[in-house]
């Protein structure tokens, strides 16, 4: 059974920081591309950040140079590190993979940046 848990979300100030995290259970994580969404209310889930099996990233424009993905294989966890923090970060970010044609998601967790 493939479970996705998130954690370090929060409330931040305008330009500060937040380190995202979610751990993998019920895969071989080291082969399973990765990657972090967020979904803002009354909008539409979208992607922030991938990281293959093979460490290539990918960054939606709005976060690029701001926002670094990256994976631990050893602790079956991938994170996100969130600088520079911008009120229009607000959302729930979500933890993502897929297999055999199947969407794996976690429970989300709350950021929530003031300005």
């Known amino acids: 059974q493939v479970q996705l848990v998130e954690s370090g979300g929060g409330l931040v100030q305008a330009g500060g920081s937040l380190r995202l995290s979610c751990v993998a259970s019920g895969i071989r994580f080291s082969i399973f591309d990765m990657g972090w969404y967020r979904q803002a209310p009354g909008k539409q889930r979208d992607v922030v950040a991938t990281i293959t099996s093979g460490d290539s990233t990918n960054y939606a424009g709005s976060v690029k140079g701001r926002f670094t993905i990256s994976r631990d294989n050893a602790k079956n966890t991938v994170n996100l590190q969130m600088d520079s923090l911008k009120p229009e970060d607000t959302a729930v970010y979500y933890c993502?993979?897929?297999?055999?044609?199947?969407?794996?998601w976690g429970q989300g967790t709350q950021v929530t940046v003031s300005s």
């Open positions: 993502r993979t897929a297999w055999g044609g199947r969407d794996f």
